[in-house]
């Protein structure tokens, strides 16, 4: 034990030394969960991106609007006329412009549909690092006080050694107690680094930016399950993408039976030099011509697409019982998280809590042994950080139920 002390011994010593640059850090700013979500919406780096990706699924709708250009033509031969000056101008007929537009602008909002899409992934990454930061700063409280009430437990044990009533050996074992919790705060406090860390990376941050954060026991709002389920039948990304596949179908297959109706040649010039009987200097010429649609009518493509839109209704009809399946399947988890908290919070934490004050008592009484207090302290330890855990799993829940509902909850 004597070896693991002196271990354990220079390493809390290095902990306990504040690192030069906190010193001289900007006091925390505070940040609620709100501000956090806004600012992630703001200034997120995957969501910006996608937002400039939008331009180009836009600009496929000036694409679609665009008429075909003429073609100019120019003849000179040794027949007569000699020369000639034509144009050439497809016409689209059918109304197949309207649909190839009306097709981009479907392939328009399903980029939308995908922008949102990511908004609540990191709307859900957002919480997610929001909540681990805050528990990582209530943990190192937690150890703050373990190492304050080992502190404690060791002055109690140096008293009554020098009083003569326990042997040296409970001041080692208390020193060394108090070692670990030295130990254990400053993990605690690389691990909160971490956290913040990651925080500010969802939020575009520096990374050294310090917040003082809301606490964890802040829990989000009551919500049913029918309720839950209504909202994700309308919401839900994976239902709102598929419906907008449908549509895109829709237009596609719109648009390939008006491409059925062959475009229209306009060809118009003039002729020039046509000598001899019946000849002119100049002269008007016109044409038009016409793809007769006998072999080819977009027969196959028209197949191909009537497939696809079966394959989708039977995709939605699937994805439908399947997304009502993963809200009841949260939801249930969130409500047994909520049972889990309560539980600590009304029974489990003020039994330890109390135990550990009796015991610490008892031994400064001399009714206890030192031991007895060292486990009190562990206990009390252990139900702390379950209590913690437990809280962070119940946001967490939390945060994959509105993802999956694919709106805002609270």
């Avoid at 229209?264 to 044409?287: A, E, I, M, W, Y």
């Avoid at 019982?321 to 993963?326: I, K, L, W």
């Avoid at 330890?381 to 509902?405: C, G, K, N, P």
Wanted: aromatic share 6%; charged share 25%; with cysteine.
């Amino acid at each position: 034990m004597l070896a693991t002390l002196c271990l354990l011994l220079p390493v809390a010593a290095l902990a306990q030394q504040p690192p030069a640059e906190q010193s001289a850090s900007a006091p925390p700013v505070t940040l609620t969960l709100r501000d956090a979500l806004d600012r992630a919406s703001r200034q997120n780096l995957d969501l910006a991106t996608a937002r400039l990706r939008r331009a180009v699924s836009q600009a496929g709708i000036r694409i679609a609007r665009q008429i075909p250009n003429p073609t100019f033509n120019f003849t000179a031969l040794r027949d007569t006329p000699h020369e000639g000056l034509f144009f050439d101008q497809p016409v689209e007929i059918g109304g197949k412009r309207g649909r190839r537009i009306e097709l981009a602008r479907q392939e328009d909002f399903l980029s939308g549909v995908e922008i949102d899409s990511l908004a609540r992934q990191v709307r859900r990454r957002v919480r997610e690092a929001y909540h681990t930061a805050a528990r990582a700063r209530a943990f190192t409280a937690q150890q703050q006080r373990a190492l304050d009430l080992a502190r404690r437990v060791r002055e109690i044990a140096q008293a009554r050694f020098e009083a003569g009533e326990v042997a040296q050996l409970e001041v080692l074992q208390a020193d060394l107690e108090m070692a670990r919790a030295e130990t254990e705060l400053a993990v605690a406090k690389q691990h909160e680094k971490v956290a913040f860390s990651e925080l500010n990376l969802v939020l575009n941050e520096p990374p050294e930016t310090a917040w003082e954060l809301a606490s964890l026991e802040e829990l989000p709002p009551a919500v049913t399950l029918a309720d839950l389920v209504t909202r994700a039948q309308a919401s839900n990304s994976d239902l709102l993408r598929l419906a907008q596949e449908q549509k895109i179908e829709q237009s596609h297959r719109a648009l390939l039976e008006a491409e059925r109706i062959p475009t229209v040649g306009l060809q118009f010039g003039t002729d020039f030099n046509s000598p001899g009987p019946g000849g002119f200097r100049v002269g008007p010429r016109g044409q038009i011509s016409l793809a007769l649609p006998i072999f080819s009518r977009n027969q196959g493509e028209l197949a191909q697409s009537q497939a696809a839109s079966r394959v989708l209704d039977s995709e939605v009809a699937a994805t439908r019982r399947a997304v009502a399946g993963r809200v009841e399947a949260g939801y249930y988890e969130w409500s047994t998280r909520q049972t889990e908290v309560d539980l600590y919070r009304r029974t489990l934490l003020p039994a330890v809590q109390r135990f550990e004050g009796l015991a610490e008592e008892s031994y400064r009484a001399g009714r206890a042994s030192l031991l007895t207090v060292l486990n009190a302290q562990h206990s009390v330890q252990q139900a702390e950080r379950e209590y913690l855990d437990s809280l962070l799993a119940l946001q967490t829940a939390f945060a994959d139920l509105e993802e999956i509902v694919g709106a805002p909850l609270d």
